[in-house]
């Protein structure tokens, strides 16, 4: 999925988040998907559920995003991104949805 409005909104349905249209504005969500400051949002409001998202670099360039929880007092990734991609606003977002089993 691309980064944009549909995968924001996307991602606020998966917090949990009523998500309402405006008219000729599109939805009301950050920019998960396409900002620092939207990927930090994601980032808190992921953790108050107990996931923590990261990104890493790709030696081919673009990132990789994972999804890693505690078990047991253990640090353990449960999800990544299978293919690079160009920023890592994007990268978080999608690994969020694999995580929340909402990927498309």
Known sequence: ???G???DV??????GWGVEEMEGDGYTV???STTWEG???LVEEARKKDLYLEY????IGGYFGAACVFVEGEYQTTHMTDQAVPTAP????LVFLIARGGAS
């Open 10 to 15: 996307k991602v606020a349905e998966a917090l």
């Open 39 to 41: 990927m930090g949002e």
């Open 1 to 3: 999925m691309k980064p």
């Open 90 to 93: 994007h990268a978080v977002c």
């Open 56 to 59: 890493s670099h790709a030696m």
């Open 5 to 7: 409005r549909e995968l």
């Open 30 to 32: 950050p920019d998960f």
